[in-house]
């Protein structure tokens, strides 16, 4: 591999937008770290995975042990697991060999880590103290981290939903419009660029100027309803973006280092725990607000974009009332077929072998063969007809 700078090395591998402890407290490490693993061949994105949950495993060990000398350890080594667990994705993002299965074991290596941690840091101070609040808390680390990194992959599953939806419509949308002499041009025209994807490209840039540069490209917009509610964000946003830190400044990355490094490092794990929980769960309203918002965006661009009214939801007139059962039961009386039906239309009829005995009565001659006409009883309150006098 070619040698190359550390400039190089952070351009190529650092995210755009990233977590603030990512951007002060690993980035710097990581990639200097980095410059020395990606010389040799054997050290693999896997295998910086594991050793990074070797040595999360490693930190837990010493949070059991609850004494001051041991947590300061502890933080320190989930510290480097968590650097170890950057570098991983950097040296996949610079040889170009990552993996869908490294992916998954990064993914699963860090739900892992979070669980060990919690048990080994909580039960730990719990054995020391007694306090059963440790307990709770270890139970309430576990359960917010999960809710955090199963939202955020339910949220970006339907973002995605979303956009597949707008892209089909307005494809289908392009297809009923254009004809064989403007194809290519309706084919040309039919492209849908996402906001996001352009804020994503350029944080600096304001949506205006971003909609202006598309030209006759359709921009669709996910989040017009957020920023207009919020005008203000967009420039925190900008302002933060030039430092490559993300707005979402208490997310799951945030969340485990102040309960695993800061708790520890201050000797206040219960209230660094009750506080950046309260944090995180505050952001994680803000980013479900957020997501609605953005669901009603989605309504009205695919309102917007339809071709044939969205009928999704309601009910066809012909369908008030119970009028559709009264007319297919009228039509099934009526109708010839069902009239008489057939032995085999009997739900009861069973095609096996009948005993003998069935079959012998099935074939006997009846024994009346002449039918005798029924005589008509007059009631005392009937006439001649039979009816009601």
Not at 83 to 96: E, Y
Not at 224 to 248: C, D, K, N, S
Not at 347 to 369: I, N, S
């Amino acid at each position: 591999m070619a040698k190359l700078s550390l400039r190089a090395v952070q351009k190529l591998t650092c995210k755009k937008r990233d977590a603030w402890w990512t951007v002060f407290l690993v980035d710097p490490v990581a990639t200097r770290m980095l410059l020395l693993v990606a010389r040799f061949r054997f050290i693999t994105p896997n295998r910086v995975t594991w050793a990074a949950l070797f040595i999360g495993l490693g930190s837990a060990a010493f949070f059991l042990k609850g004494d001051p000398g041991s947590l300061l350890i502890g933080a320190l080594l989930y510290h480097l697991s968590f650097i170890l667990d950057c570098i991983d994705g950097k040296l996949a993002r610079l040889k170009g060999n990552g993996t869908v299965f490294g992916g998954w074991l990064d993914y699963v290596f860090d739900r892992i880590r979070v669980l060990f941690c919690a048990l080994a840091l909580m039960g730990g101070q719990f054995l020391r103290t007694d306090d059963e609040r440790y307990l709770l808390a270890a139970l309430g680390v576990v359960f917010l981290d999960m809710l955090r990194y199963v939202d955020a992959l339910q949220i970006y599953k339907m973002r995605m939903s979303m956009r597949a939806k707008i892209e089909k419509v307005t494809l289908a949308r392009a297809e009923a419009e254009r004809t064989e002499r403007e194809a290519r041009a309706a084919a040309e025209g039919s492209q849908v660029v996402f906001m996001e994807d352009l804020l994503r490209e350029n944080p600096g840039a304001s949506a205006d100027a971003l909609r202006a540069e598309a030209g006759e490209a359709s921009v669709v917009d996910l989040h017009e309803q957020f920023r207009g509610q919020f005008p203000w964000y967009t420039r925190v946003r900008r302002a933060m973006l030039r430092t490559r830190i993300r707005p979402h400044l208490i997310s799951g990355i945030e969340f485990q280092m102040f309960i695993f490094i800061i708790g520890p490092l201050i000797g206040r794990i219960l209230w660094t725990t009750a506080v950046s929980a309260t944090l995180l769960m505050l952001f994680e309203l803000v980013i479900m607000y957020k997501f609605w918002l953005s669901t009603r965006d989605f309504t009205r661009v695919m309102e917007e974009l339809s071709v044939v009214p969205d009928t999704a939801g309601t009910i066809a007139p012909h369908l008030h009332r119970g009028r559709h059962r009264r007319a297919t039961q009228d039509a099934l009386l009526h109708d010839e077929r069902y009239q008489a039906p057939e032995p085999d239309d009997d739900p009861g009829f069973r095609p096996y072998p009948q005993p003998r005995y069935l079959d012998e009565v099935a074939t006997a001659q009846p024994v009346f063969t002449e039918t005798v006409p029924l005589r008509r009883v007059e009631m005392p309150w009937q006439d001649s007809e039979g009816h009601r006098r």
